[in-house]
């Protein structure tokens, strides 16, 4: 019997190609110093497909917080100023997240049908904490979430289980009373690592359904927007 839902954000709760795609793709061009050609050898070598314009569901840029894309990015062309290039695409992506992002339903009404169930609630993201609280703010839902991570909060990173475990903690229920809801196979091994009762999959991503099942999803639907059917 599932008694909490723990969410990714991006790929999940936003679409992530509608969300992010334009904008990544513009962070890169910023990291070259404003040289298309440069731009595009960080993005394919980071896991965007030339043909397809998708990103590999493992890549940096589809499951790693944005100081590691920048990380990869930096080491790729050799850039020292680590912390200053973070800093700006930090600055870069939680502007965007203020009027960009493209939730995939109405996040509001959909975590308070939820909460009507009796369900606890919570999001885990590889973006930062104060992204996931501006989102969750902008999108008037902050008051539906018991739990709200990011890769710097201090419950470790995905695909390790740490952030189904403090969410759990948070709420006072057994992990195995859980589920996790999320877009890539990191998150599907997240709730595996983390011993949550279900892990379901979403293909409102960077994800085939295939990669879902294959990282250990129980269950892959569309989109959340299935998610209430499927409970």
Request: some cysteine; hydrophobic content about 45%.
């Amino acid at each position: 019997m599932i008694s909490a839902i723990l969410f990714d954000k991006d790929g999940t709760l936003y679409d992530f190609y509608k969300s992010w795609g334009a904008l990544t793709e513009k962070a890169a061009l910023m990291v070259a110093g404003g040289d298309p050609e440069r731009a595009k050898f960080l993005l394919e070598s980071s896991g965007k497909d030339p043909v397809t314009g998708k990103f590999a569901p493992s890549s940096p840029i589809a499951a790693g917080s944005n100081r590691q894309i920048v990380e990869v990015w930096c080491g790729l062309i050799q850039r020292a100023d680590v912390d200053e290039v973070y800093r700006r695409v930090h600055v870069m992506f939680l502007e965007h997240q203020k009027e960009g992002a493209v939730p995939v339903l109405d996040l509001c009404d959909f975590f308070g049908r939820l909460r009507g169930r009796g369900l606890r609630l919570g999001v885990a993201t590889m973006d930062s904490e104060q992204a996931a609280r501006t989102a969750m703010q902008l999108a008037k839902c902050t008051h539906h979430l018991d739990f709200i991570c990011g890769f710097d909060t201090g419950h470790g990173v995905k695909p390790s289980g740490g952030m189904v475990e403090a969410f759990a903690r948070q709420v006072g229920v057994p992990v195995s009373a859980l589920a996790v809801v999320g877009d890539s196979p990191h998150d599907m091994h997240m709730a595996r690592a983390g011993k949550a009762g279900r892990a379901i999959g979403v293909l409102t991503g960077v994800s085939p359904r295939e990669a879902l099942l294959e990282a250990g999803a129980h269950a892959v639907i569309d989109s959340i927007a299935e998610l209430e059917t499927l409970l």
